[in-house]
DNA sequence: TGCGCTATGTTGACACTGTACACATTGCCG
DNA sequence: CGGCAATGTGTACAGTGTCAACATAGCGCA
């Protein structure tokens, strides 16, 4: 008997995705930590080892994992899909907003995608961008392309916005907003992508 | 013999003083995940379960080391005194970029002191203010005496000036920033927080 | 059609972790 | 001076990631 249950012995098929698909289980409550890599194995009812034929330590498995979560924020991100009238800047709040609203509706899945040091890579390739900088990015060409941003201003503006977001979402989670009512977060929340729109336009 | 080389056998003197030393020196690289609990009692040259006399568990323990951390935090950044006729606003721009400082300059000290969930008090009690924590509320207090700020805008002013900082640290120390030059990331780190106070201010 | 190679699993082991339990030693206080 | 509480030790257990050697199955080629 090579293992519990399964309907086809010994192969399984599409173990690949079978294992990223209990690595999200395991990490949307637990976030990183969460994942095991002999858990994830049982889960899926295979020997531990098995997992190194697919991914080269548990790190790598995460980091797939974490791919998966990326693009589902920015699916999430774009469900508010903004009606054409909207302004530039009520279209990068609403990325701002998407974007801490994602880490409070699925804090472990935030851990893993963005919390953890080297969820994100190193450097951002122009071909494989992470999806929610992709959103971020044209947010920002819209407010330029709009008048409302000085074009002088415009490069390297993602890294202020993003920063106040991912700050805020992270002393949210695991600081000492944690604990804080929703509503008041919802507040705080607004205030501080205000803020930070606000600085970039002064 | 109870252990190696141990000047006087059995009794420590002071072990649990012992054991955050080493927790220093242990997270100093490694951040939180560089402290294993035998670990630290190997370089005391201790049982790994004499810890527990002194710490309900790991947890507590990193919990004790992140405290000294937080300590070292404000302290560094009072190195920069201000002198006497530095404006507020100054004040408030010598906080954020000490934090951002400290960050750079001390990767895994910070990623213990604040970067781990759960690092900071879930809610900041009035009598144990974190120390980092009270120096941004006197510099938000200087802004308002000075009348640079509206005091209808000074409550909660502390999120999202330490959301930004926040955020822009751990970009730069596990993210999409990491790699940067220092140069580029110095001016990148002054134009976050000069938004975010521009904004704060707007 | 059948053979063999390679992709994909399994088993067993190792070093390591945090932690619980029972026991040993010590210094202090009555 | 005796005993007790504080403090440290030893042993053990469950769990982890990972490596090396072996087993199986399916696909391509003779």
Redesign the interface.
């Known amino acids: 008997m090579p293992h519990a249950d399964s309907p086809r012995s010994y192969h399984h098929g599409d173990l690949r995705e079978a294992l990223i698909g209990a690595g999200l289980e395991l990490t949307r409550d637990g ?1 990183a930590d969460g994942l095991a890599l002999r858990d994830a194995a049982r889960r899926v009812g295979v020997s531990p080892t098995a997992v190194y034929r697919h991914f080269a330590d548990r790190d790598a498995l995460l980091s797939a994992v974490a791919e998966r979560v990326q693009q589902r924020v920015a699916d999430g991100m774009q469900v508010a899909e903004p009606p054409p009238s909207t302004s530039a800047r009520d279209r990068l709040r609403a990325v701002g907003l998407g974007y801490i609203g994602f880490a409070l509706r699925e804090p472990g899945w935030f ?1 893993l995608a ?11 390739e122009p071909d494989r961008v ?1 999806a929610p ?1 992709a959103a971020l990015s044209a947010a920002l060409d819209a407010l330029v392309a709009e008048g409302a941003l000085d074009a002088a201003r415009r490069p ?1 503006a993602e ?2 916005c ?10 949210a ?8 009512s929703a509503e008041e977060l919802r507040e ?1 929340a607004s ?2 992508v ?7 336009l ?1």
Chains 1, 2 share one sequence.
């Open positions: 976030g851990d963005f919390g953890r040091p080297g969820a994100l890579q190193e450097r951002i992470p900088f390297d890294w202020p993003w920063s106040a977001v991912h700050g805020f979402a992270l002393l989670l695991g600081g000492p907003l944690r604990g804080v705080a205030r501080t205000d803020i930070a729109i606000d600085g970039l002064a």
